[in-house]
């Protein structure tokens, strides 16, 4: 039987400007089980690095967590003091950032950085430490990781600094690691590396992952379950099974259709998603994804969606799901056996 690990319910996150407030996060609500790693996907200000910096309580000024529970092992973090925060953050939970170069210290080794966390959380003296620097680097693919431990991130290269970020996020052996597009500046080979890395990972270590990414691509290999984001809402959630073949909302589709696609040659067309994201300022108060719907009806403008439930654990934020809907002719996911 399946272990909730964590559960994200009803959340809320907003940045307060002087233009007003930007309502991020708008009501989001999943879980994960352990040992389990989901994907959240959704286009730029979709919400999903705000969620999980929620999760990781690393929001700046003049962001803050407005409602809902983020219940970790049982407990509710959005209570805790920064204090006790500290304690669980690059311990229990850690987080890879998008780029590699900004979030490692160019002043410090890889060693001193990895060590820095080791030390912190595990009381481990300097030698023993820094034996366990060298068998992070070792794990995560680093060749000579003896002498390599001493280099500076300017003496790697891209993909071996997103490894080391990935050495410094397991050091601890967190229960959940969340990636935050851990392969955006890295090209397709290295990205492909990455992914075998972390999906080895998880089987080894039995670390859940949260991996956040526009890229519905990245995700189809790694995660066994999507959640699909738009506007600060989930617009639909489901199996990576059931996103890729049988997906419900039109969002979903739009991504889907934009997806270079191997089978189709070299005339093949990408299909963008016509119009521009909601203002999350003054967001829609039907559906976000309205103004941009080829499938568009008047209750869409009027009144949010519930969620409706596909089947068991697959729901959709969807009108044209409603038993009174008019049926529509609905360009689905990819045919099996061509992705």
């Known amino acids: 039987m399946s272990q909730k690990l ?28 352990k040992g389990e790693a989901i994907g959240i996907v959704g286009e730029s200000g979709s919400g999903k690095s705000v969620t999980s910096m929620s999760i990781m309580r690393l929001l700046q000024y003049p962001g803050r967590i407005k409602d809902g529970e983020i219940i970790f092992k049982g ?93 410094i996020a397991l050091s601890c052996q967190p229960d959940l690691l969340i990636a935050d597009e851990p392969t955006t500046a890295l090209d397709v080979t290295i990205q492909a590396q990455i992914l075998e890395l972390m999906k080895d990972l998880k089987d080894k270590v039995n670390t859940s992952i949260i991996l956040i990414t526009h890229d519905l691509g990245v995700v189809a ?21 059931e996103i890729f073949y049988d997906p419900k ?21 990408l299909v963008p998603i016509e119009g521009t994201p909601p203002d999350l300022i003054k967001p829609p108060v039907g559906c976000p994804f309205v103004s941009r719907c080829p499938y568009a009806m008047k209750i869409c403008k009027e009144y949010r969606p519930p969620y409706f439930e596909v089947s068991k654990g697959h729901r959709s934020m969807c009108w044209l799901l409603h038993e009174k809907a008019p049926k529509v002719e609905v360009e689905t996911g990819v045919k099996r056996g061509t992705a």
């Open 6 to 33: 964590l559960e994200v319910k009803d959340l809320k996150t907003s940045f307060y400007i002087h233009l007003g407030e930007v309502q991020a996060v708008r009501g989001v609500s999943f879980s994960v089980d």
């Open 75 to 167: 407990e509710d973090i959005v209570k805790k003091s920064d204090k006790e925060m500290m304690a669980i953050r690059g311990n229990e939970i850690a987080m890879i950032f998008q780029d590699p170069m900004t979030s490692l210290n160019p002043v410090f080794t890889i060693g001193d950085q990895i060590m820095e966390a080791i030390r912190r959380h595990q009381g481990l003296n300097k030698k023993d430490a820094k034996e366990k620097a060298i068998e992070m680097l070792r794990l995560v693919g680093i060749p000579s990781p003896e002498s390599r431990v001493d280099n500076y991130p300017h003496e790697f290269s891209g993909g071996m600094r997103q490894r080391a970020m990935i050495a």
């Open 221 to 241: 290999d790694v995660c066994s379950r999507i959640v699909v984001m738009y506007g600060g809402l989930i617009m639909e959630e489901g199996t990576s099974e």
């Open 249 to 269: 909302h039109p969002y979903t589709m739009g991504l889907l259709k934009s997806i270079p696609r191997l089978d189709l040659g070299q005339k093949q067309r």
